[in-house]
């Protein structure tokens, strides 16, 4: 069982930066690939980024593409999401996920390879 428990979100405005984390209780954390998704209201859960388990390869939806930054420092089992330029589309509430991985398997963006996940962090971005 994984524990992840984010943190880092508020209420900026368009242009702003914000670094989400998230922290995760796992033995074998640098075994587990590491994802981050969003939900906007009214809308399904979609993939953001993700970040192998030996942090080497990563992988961006187009929109955040040059903008956001996933990290993780596997010594203190945490994973980052560093929020640049945000705009309004970026309002979400912003999930953190873990999905077991192979070093020979592609970066996953399926919510459903991701077994375990946090409760959540909004981040609100104003015009």
């Known amino acids: 069982q994984v524990q992840l428990v984010e943190s880092g979100g508020g209420l900026v405005q368009a242009g702003d930066s914000l670094r989400l984390s998230c922290a995760a209780s796992?033995?074998?954390?640098?075994?587990?690939?590491m994802g981050w998704f969003r939900q906007a209201p009214g809308k399904e859960r979609d993939f953001v980024a993700a970040?192998?388990?030996?942090?080497?390869?990563?992988s961006y939806t187009d929109s955040v593409k040059d903008r956001f930054t996933i990290s993780r420092d596997n010594a203190k089992n945490m994973v980052n999401l560093q929020m640049n330029s945000l705009k309004p589309d970026d309002t979400a509430v912003y999930y953190c996920?873990?999905?077991?991985?192979?070093?020979?398997?592609?970066?996953?963006?399926?919510?459903?390879?991701?077994?375990?996940w946090g409760q959540g962090t909004q981040v609100t971005v104003s015009s």
């Open positions: 996920a873990a999905a077991v991985s192979a070093p020979s398997w592609p970066l996953s963006r399926r919510i459903s390879d991701y077994i375990y």
């Open positions: 796992a033995r074998t954390f640098g075994t587990y690939t």
């Open positions: 970040i192998r388990g030996n942090g080497v390869g990563t």
